[in-house]
């Protein structure tokens, strides 16, 4: 029995025991479900993304039961909307050449901008009848140019009345050349149509007024900003009530002549850098302005505009969730199955929850490596305790040779893994030390 048990336990320790952690993360984000909708979103304040990795892979999502849940970003809302027009014209000529039949048609009313057009579309009284049509274009009705060959039909109530352009057209004349028009078709009417729709994204935004502080270093002043690490930037706008025109550059990247000026009752004003999509990959950035041989200005504030994203899951069972995030261990960002259809959750749209606290504070930097490794620990002493069972073993059944090959067996399975596992913790500590 002894001996069984004791096998059983080596078994036991080889198969089931892993150097797997829980994963140890910086900052605990609680949130509380609301809303009807199926699925939820949260959005990502700049605590956030301070304290992440630039890829954003150490964000981990759990519901109430401690499972985690998927999710994917999003970083925009997409709008569409449709842009219509229409130009009544007016036949202004017809005539037979040849075996082909033509009528000529100009815009009723010229508008003082440019006629576009998408399509032409014509009424008649005729039916039965399927006729190949070219249409020409023209701005002057001398000149003319070939659009496109198309049919026209109205046969059994099916109809095609309307010729759709290949792309957006100016002409302000238009002519039909019917060849063989021996069912002697013509237009009621003639109307030139626009109609298009646009797609358009506009990025989730927001503003924030950071911590800063003022240096001056002889003739400039650098103001260093706080917390704006791993966000995407847009914009930084200054707070001041000075007169001035200078150079003013953000992060040594982009660059602009600012200035608030007075002439005669009249303020000019531009105090905005742009920086466009910029992410800041430091917990401190610097603002420099070129004072030259002036004085320094006022600096009464800073506003800084930025990118966030929003993180979307299905949230309908689950009371609270939380966000956690921090993390060194994870380095690949996530990639759920709930990303492909994100078109679909987006058009059904969503709840944005709000994040109530986040619990948590950044590690201390220590400037020498930990005494212990606790995790190395650890595995030396499984692996060490495993070599004591094998050797008890071995003297409880020496006399038991056909059992010895198992045995060999099982702790060199245990030997090559826990020493790999060894290995690995010892490279990862000398990284540290060089670090």
Known sequence: MIKKALISIVLFVVLFSSSVYALD?????????????????????????????????????????????????????ESEFEAKKSYTMNLVNSFVKGEDYYFDYTVENLPDEDVIATSIEIKTGKDGFAKRVEILGSYDNINWEKVQDDILYNVDGIKKLEINFDTVKKYTHYRFKIPNNLEKISFSSVELRYNIVYHEKEYFSETINPEYTVLEQENKTVVKINGLKNLKLTGITLKTDS???????????????????????????????????????????????????????????????????????????????VLKFGSNEISTPKSYDISSYREYILDEGYDILNIKEIIGEPPKATENPPKYDYKLIFNISICLVAVIMAVIIFLKIKNSFHKLPTLCFLTCIFVLKYGYIIYQEVQNTHEQYIK
């Open 25 to 77: 993360f910086a900052y605990t984000a609680r949130i509380e479900n609301a809303g009807s909708k199926k699925y939820k979103a949260i959005r990502l304040t700049p605590r956030i993304y301070n304290n992440i990795g630039s890829n954003m892979a150490d964000l981990v999502l759990y519901d109430e039961n401690g499972e985690p849940v998927p999710y994917f970003i999003n970083s925009f809302a």
């Open 243 to 321: 007169t001035f025109k200078r150079e003013v550059s953000f992060d040594g990247r982009a660059s602009k002549t600012l200035y608030n000026l007075n002439f005669n009752d009249t303020q000019y004003t531009d105090l905005t850098l742009p920086v466009e999509h910029y992410k800041v990959d430091s917990d401190t950035s610097e603002l420099v302005i070129n004072n030259k041989d002036d004085k320094p200005i006022n600096i009464q504030g800073i506003e800084v505009k930025y990118l966030f994203d929003e993180l979307v899951f299905e949230g309908s069972s689950s009371k609270e969730y």
